[in-house]
Nanobody, 122 residues
Framework: EVQLVESGGGLVQAGGSLRLSCVAS????????IGWFRQGPGKEREIVSC????????RYADSVKGRFTISSDDAKNTVYLQMNTLAPEDTAVYYC???????????????WGQGTQVTVSS
């Protein structure tokens, strides 16, 4: 059973930083594409970033390029999202997601965790 447990969310002022963590279990970590998506209040779900296992390439949403960095520690079955220069529009529940292939999804991951709230105050 795929399990994903996120942590690291919280309340931060605009311009601040947070690092999210996601510990994964129940599958071979290096064989599934993994990433993060978010859903803000009244907004559509948005895939923020994803690591492809096909070639290790990384995709970022335009809205976070240059501010967010995804990384993974395969030895710890953990993926991280370093978020810098946060803005109020980044306020959302952030979810760790896994796609049951080596390729990143375009719209939605196959599995995700419970999410962690990130709130950015102005």
């Amino acid at each position: 059973e795929v399990q994903l447990v996120e942590s690291g969310g919280g309340l931060v002022q605009a311009g601040g930083s947070l690092r999210l963590s996601c510990v994964a279990s129940g599958f071979t970590f290096g064989q599934y594409a993994i990433g993060w998506f978010r859903q803000g209040p009244g907004k559509e779900r948005e895939i923020v970033s994803c690591i492809s296992r096909a070639d290790g390439s990384i995709r970022y949403a335009d809205s976070v390029k240059g501010r967010f960095t995804i990384s993974s520690d395969d030895a710890k079955n953990t993926v991280y999202l370093q978020m810098n220069t946060l803005a109020p529009e980044d306020t959302a529940v952030y979810y760790c997601g896994v796609e049951e292939t080596i390729h990143c999804p375009y719209y939605e991951f196959d599995y995700w965790g419970q999410g962690t709230q990130v709130t950015v105050s102005s």
